[in-house]
Nanobody, 115 residues
Framework: QVQLLESGGGLVQPGGSLRLSCAASGSIFNRNRMGWYRQAPGKQRELIAEITSLGFTIYANSVKGRFTISRDSAKNTVFLQMNTLKPEDTAVYYC?????????WGQGTLVTVSS
């Protein structure tokens, strides 16, 4: 059974930081590259960060240098450290396999960047 549970979102001021977590079922975590996606209001969901099982990372230009993806294989958890947040980072954030996502999605976690 696929399980993806995101957490850590909230309201933060511009320039602030948040750390998101995603607990994934072992059946998908151990064999796959994992990624963080986000969907801003009125926009399509986009892949913003990926991490391979060996820890190699890829970032979208919009978050490069500000966000860091990491994974804890012992806990089947993937993280997204978000620094220097901007209002345009406001979105619902999801994790899933990458670069191709599974059909099943978690509920996501809402990040709102506003003063």
């Amino acid at each position: 059974q696929v399980q993806l549970l995101e957490s850590g979102g909230g309201l933060v001021q511009p320039g602030g930081s948040l750390r998101l977590s995603c607990a994934a079922s072992g059946s998908i975590f151990n064999r796959n590259r994992m990624g963080w996606y986000r969907q801003a209001p009125g926009k399509q969901r986009e892949l913003i960060a990926e991490i391979t099982s060996l820890g190699f990372t890829i970032y979208a230009n919009s978050v490069k240098g500000r966000f860091t993806i990491s994974r804890d294989s012992a806990k089947n958890t993937v993280f997204l450290q978000m620094n220097t947040l901007k209002p345009e980072d406001t979105a619902v954030y999801y994790c899933n396999t990458a670069p191709r996502a599974l059909d099943a999605w978690g509920q996501g976690t809402l990040v709102t960047v506003s003063s």
